[in-house]
């Protein structure tokens, strides 16, 4: 147990601290992240009402689409040198790699929604008419579980062709039932329109689920040939 | 003390990538503390073998046993070296192995720096591995595969786009290394370099063994030039 | 059991053809939608039949991860693909009913709504399986087969839940069956499983026909006039000493 989280959190550092050295990657996801908010405001600019009750929906996708730029590029320095073939032939546990990943990813994605969300407040006059303190779980739980699967779906997608494009291919219609959740609840919250109560278990259940899938299942993925 | 047999023994191996057999069924016995040259064409398996060995490639049908366990429970045992470098061309040779060390529970920078020095480089290089020569590349992942003092080396031709003296440094430390006890295999296409050296030299053709000679200049069946 | 075939065939040929004669001719008119309502016979069990065929390619995958059987990866990947197929109907002849019917072209209907989620799931699945390497397909495809299968009761309850909070029409009716409709509907689905059966067994033989031919195409080696590969006779076990 003890050398399972050293290990993550090795990694977890190491992918940091290397992300951290060249800006270049996270620099053009924040770009694209603003470019998405931009680019949505101007296809719907609607009157405060209705973008309350779009909003839900606009912001997830939103974020989604940033989510994937960032997932994409999870296993880029692992493939360039088959880094990963030193991970297979190596005693750490394959979960150990994949939990730091996915926080990593994590960590990057919540960045990108950070610089989001609050350029969709001011194009969108947002305001929560509900207990806007909800928007946090949802939030955590609805990030973590795109970051979850995309980080697997990731893994899946390097041993296909046109990787990049199997990775959305994959990801979106796993996902469908955890972005409903993610939208209905924002929007429930953004419109007072009832207790997101539900949508927030659903979404607990749906991290719970398929987060023990992933950690089942990543070993046989990554030792798949 | 369990009796643990001395060998590795690959039986009846078949490798498949679709249309293509990279393993045609290889039988072969591989005494332990030898060092094994394995040579032939491109395209002959040699790199299939050895990844197989490793646990990187999983034979389509047979057994490999190392030590008698299976590859992948083996794999504190095994040290494994490819063409790519296996390294994070991003970190300098220190942080690489600080890390690789970190997967195999070794703590501390000490076996990291003494690994760096028995390959001849400086540990407290701070240029990241991206920028290194191919000779130095090379080098710094031989001392990634030693890091954890594994029985059994596996390189997949450590010597190729590497300047005469380098290789000729590497061979002698893996020289040191056999006489040390370890088992070591080696794919490469220069046999000369491990004239002397090698106790074997192991000939393969179309995924199979061919020919098993003492010598890179022995008669028999050996490697013709050129691209299959 | 190669002379089952053809007498399956016609079975089902004959069987297709009474429930066509049943469902257009026999089955009683619906009270409120008239004959259009008889489109009911061909999108439920294809339906049925396409989750059927999904449960067989999720126990086949999770076979074939087990014990690596490639059988059992043959027998997912003609499942998914035929499972496909009668998914792809019954989301034509859905919004084909709703809109004589009730105006509308899509519905966000609890089923057919988990329908098409699971065809974009298996459709992925297909792609995937047409997109990676041929010694990792069957593990990945495997390996997605579960994640669907984990997928489907959360899209499900999902969808129910959103549907008591936005009420909509539902495709396929609710409420209890007349019998005569009933009966009708069990001989149309005998009918779907039974055609299911024969695609999918001759899929499979087809399946396992090429995989044969890769194999023969690979061991395809140095063998000599006796048969014996010439190389191979060489006793190579131990090194030279």
């Known amino acids: ?225 | 003390m369990t009796n643990t047999p001395s060998i590795i023994t690959v039986s009846n191996v078949i490798k498949q990538f679709g249309r293509f057999a990279a393993l045609r069924g290889v039988t072969a016995e591989f005494d332990a503390g030898r060092f094994h040259a394995i040579l032939g064409d491109n395209g002959a398996g040699k790199t299939t073998l050895l990844r197989a060995i490793a646990g990187l490639a999983h034979p389509t049908s047979g057994t490999i046993s190392i030590l008698g366990k299976t590859p992948r429970t083996a794999c504190r045992d095994i040290g494994y070296m490819a063409h790519p470098s296996l390294l994070y061309d991003e970190m300098s040779g220190m942080e690489n192995l600080r890390y690789f060390a970190g997967l195999y529970g070794i703590a501390g920078d000490d076996t990291c720096r003494e690994a760096i020095a028995s390959v001849r480089l400086d540990p407290t290089l701070t240029r990241p591995v991206g920028q290194y020569s191919q000779g130095m590349r090379q080098r710094m992942s031989l001392a990634r595969a030693i890091l954890h003092d594994p029985r059994v080396l596996l390189l997949d031709e450590p010597f190729s786009n590497v300047d005469v003296h380098s290789a000729r440094e590497m061979v002698g430390l893996l020289k040191t290394m056999r006489d040390a006890g370890k088992t070591i295999f080696v794919v490469t296409h220069q046999a000369q370099l491990l004239e002397g050296v090698a106790d074997e030299f192991v000939w393969m053709q179309a995924g199979q063994i061919i020919d098993r000679t003492s010598s890179a200049r022995a008669a028999g069946v050996g490697p013709t030039e050129g691209v299959q | 059991m190669k002379r089952l075939f053809p007498i399956l065939s016609v079975i089902t040929a004959a069987l297709l053809a009474y429930a066509l004669y049943e469902a257009m001719v026999v089955a009683p008119t619906e009270r409120t939608m008239g004959d259009v309502q008889r489109i009911f016979y061909y999108h439920v069990p294809s339906a049925w039949t396409a989750f059927l065929l999904f449960m067989v390619n999720l126990v086949a995958s999770v076979v074939y991860l087990i014990r690596r059987n490639p059988k059992a990866d043959a027998l997912a990947v003609v499942c998914a693909e035929v499972g496909v197929v009668f998914c792809t109907i019954v989301l034509v002849t859905g919004p084909i009913w709703a809109r004589p019917v009730w105006g509308i072209w899509w519905t966000w209907d609890v089923r057919l709504t988990t329908t098409l989620v699971l065809w974009l799931i298996y459709v992925s699945y297909l792609v995937l399986r047409r997109f990676s390497d041929s010694a990792q397909t069957p593990v990945l495809a495997a390996v997605l087969a579960i994640f669907g299968a984990l997928d489907v009761p959360l899209v499900y309850f999902s969808i129910w839940f959103f549907r008591t909070q936005h009420p909509q029409p539902v495709i396929g009716g609710g409420g209890s069956l007349d019998p005569g409709m009933g009966r009708v509907l069990l001989i149309n689905w005998l009918a779907f499983c039974c055609f299911a059966f024969l695609v999918c067994w001759s899929r499979y033989r087809l399946e396992m026909l090429q995989r044969e031919v890769e194999e023969a195409h690979a061991m395809e080696s140095l063998v000599g006039a006796d048969g014996v590969s010439a190389k191979a006779s060489l006793p190579l076990n131990r090194s030279p000493r």
């Open chain 1, 1 to 225: 147990m003890n050398s399972l989280w050293a290990v993550t959190l090795a990694t977890l550092k190491k992918d940091i601290r290397l992300e951290w050295r060249s800006k270049d990657a996270l620099n053009s996801m924040l770009f694209f992240s603003l470019l998405v908010v931009v680019i949505f405001s101007f296809s719907f600019d609607p009157t405060a009402e209705e973008s309350r009750q779009i909003a839900g929906g606009l912001v997830w996708v939103g974020f989604l689409f940033a989510s994937v730029v960032a997932l994409n590029q999870t296993w880029a320095r692992e493939l360039r040198n088959q880094v990963l073939d030193a991970y297979r032939v190596s005693p750490a546990p394959p979960n150990s790699l994949f939990v730091a990943k996915a926080l990593g990813n994590f960590i990057l994605v919540s960045v990108l929604e950070a610089v989001m969300a609050p350029l969709f407040i001011v194009f969108y006059n947002l305001r929560a008419i509900g207990p806007a303190w909800q928007l946090i779980p949802i939030g955590v739980l609805g990030t973590w579980a795109l970051v979850v699967n995309g980080t697997f779906f990731a893994a899946v997608s390097i041993r296909t062709r046109s990787r990049e494009i199997m990775l959305p291919l994959l990801l979106f219609p796993i996902s469908i039932p955890a972005v409903q959740a993610m939208v209905e609840a924002t929007r429930i919250i953004l419109m007072g329109d009832g207790s997101a109560r539900f949508w927030i278990v659903l979404l607990l259940t749906y991290d719970v689920v398929f987060t023990t899938a992933c950690l089942g299942l990543f070993e046989t993925i990554l030792h798949a040939e």
